[in-house]
Nanobody
Framework: VQLQASGGGLVQAGGSLRLACSIS????????MGWYRQAPGKQRELVAA??????NYTDSVKGRFTISKDNAKNTVFLQMNSLKPEDTAVYYC??????????????WGQGTQLTVSS
């Protein structure tokens, strides 16, 4: 499975942006899709994820970000509102599979830069 992320850019604090992750290839085995981010000097963190059981978000984005999936278009979106300078990072989409009671990486997208100016 291949993932192509897009939609990053420069936005002012308080603004909005939507990221898109296009999924190509076989989607068999994908149990969850997620968005991670990595800011300079920091570890990559999970921002939001979506699976058959629902969605979950890291605390810092709850109420501001929304992850969704368009199955017909094989695309996962991350709608980001009320953006803050601390949201500045490279955002990566991610596909995971669950088997034998554990999660495994299936694929990573190439990353898209979000910069929020104050």
């Amino acid at each position: 499975v291949q993932l192509q992320a897009s939609g990053g850019g420069l936005v002012q604090a308080g603004g909005s942006l939507r990221l898109a992750c296009s999924i190509s290839g076989s989607t068999v085995g994908i149990n969850a899709m997620g968005w991670y981010r990595q800011a300079p000097g920091k570890q990559r963190e999970l921002v939001a994820a979506i699976s058959s059981t629902g969605t979950n978000y890291t605390d810092s984005v709850k109420g501001r970000f929304t992850i969704s999936k368009d199955n017909a278009k094989n695309t996962v979106f991350l709608q980001m509102n009320s953006l803050k300078p601390e949201d500045t990072a490279v955002y990566y989409c991610h596909a995971a599979t669950f088997r034998d009671k554990a999660w495994y990486d299936l694929s990573w997208g190439q990353g898209t830069q979000l910069t929020v100016s104050s």
